[in-house]
């Protein structure tokens, strides 16, 4: 990436997105406009990844000379992505779930710092997890120091989301893009990979919308599954940093189970939404905002009311709530 970076001197670069979708119609004119609204933004790829609605007549109904719409592989997520990747113009590149958001002034934080260190491969942010009516849930990956985390990425540590990252692309083609092999958790080994070709730098302020749904493909999937491509992407990780491969590249990837015997499917988003607002309530309250923390974990019992570590969590948090306040 040595010589990338005297190239790289002196440039204001411009930023290609890649929007995979697939029956997005309900949000994708959100996520694009939130898209079309940044700095340095020089075109959206949406791969429509076979939609039986309207998902790309929409997306071409706003007029947009920068949005070009591909038909998608129909073979993975992981297909659908390199697509986007492959076919981007500019020397950066960005995801965009179809049913998510950037927030504003992203791509020109993040565009600028990359500029300033050419060095570095690509820079992440914090994000925002959002309920389906668009609600703020928690603030994640968004604490701390601005930092260097290539370190932790290649010990198989994620800390954040892909979609908060942007990326040199040539850094990008150079991994080979997601990896088939995953049937989720393509982006987290995403990043592991992409962080043996080069720094990478963390600034901790949101810059992602990350909506929590039923609808999108994650929750589709089974908790089972789930657990299983993220533990083999953490395990191909610390395998590549003590031999420079991993069992995938070698050939030899660990068998994957036969899912379908997985009946233990997710309470989808409710589960993750209330978690999610469990975390920010202690945050909150940590801080001395008790009143908020008290009415985020009322939120989370009330989104997921099965689950007794919500209760808990309110009959603990009530109790501090009436304690004096330490002067």
């Known amino acids: 990436m040595r010589c990338a970076a005297l190239r790289w001197s002196g440039l204001v670069a411009k930023v290609s997105v890649v929007m995979p ?9 959100e996520a694009l406009n939130s898209l079309r609204e940044q700095a340095h933004l020089a075109e959206i790829i949406l791969v429509d990844d ?57 791509l020109r934080t ?30 994640l990956a968004a604490d701390g120091s601005a930092r260097e985390v290539t370190g932790d990425l290649r010990l198989g540590r994620v800390l954040t989301h892909l979609c908060t990252w942007l990326i040199r692309r040539e850094a990008l083609l150079q991994t080979g893009g997601a990896r088939s092999w995953f049937e989720t958790a393509e982006d987290v080994d995403l990043q592991f990979r992409l962080a043996f070709l080069g720094p990478i730098w963390h600034l901790p302020e949101p810059v992602y919308g990350y ?35 991993d069992a995938l590249d070698r050939g030899c990837p660990p068998v994957v189970p036969d899912f379908l015997q997985d009946s233990s499917k997710m309470n989808a988003s409710a589960r993750q939404i209330a978690g999610h607002l469990v975390s920010q309530a202690w945050r909150d309250h940590a801080v001395g905002h008790r009143r908020a923390g008290l009415k985020l974990m009322l939120r989370a019992v009330a989104q997921d009311p099965r689950t007794a570590s919500n209760w808990k969590g309110l009959a603990v948090m009530l109790a501090k709530s009436l304690l004096p306040r330490k002067t």
């Open 21 to 29: 979708a697939r029956n997005a119609a309900a949000t994708v004119v």
């Open 50 to 106: 076979g939609s039986t609605d309207d998902t790309a007549a929409r997306a071409a109904a706003l007029g947009d000379a920068r949005i070009r719409i591909l038909p998608g592989p129909q073979s993975g997520i992981s297909a659908a992505l390199n697509m986007g990747f492959l076919a981007a113009h500019h020397p950066l590149v960005a995801r965009c779930d179809a049913d998510d958001l950037y927030l504003p002034g992203r």
């Open 110 to 139: 993040q565009v600028d710092w990359l500029t300033r260190y050419p060095d570095h491969v690509a820079i992440s942010g914090g994000f925002l997890s959002l309920d389906g009516q668009g609600r703020a849930l928690a603030r």
């Open 211 to 245: 909506r929590l749904h039923d609808g999108s493909i994650t929750h589709s999937r089974r908790t089972a599954q789930l657990a299983f491509y993220d533990a083999a992407a953490r395990s191909f990780a610390e395998d590549r940093a003590k031999t420079g491969s």
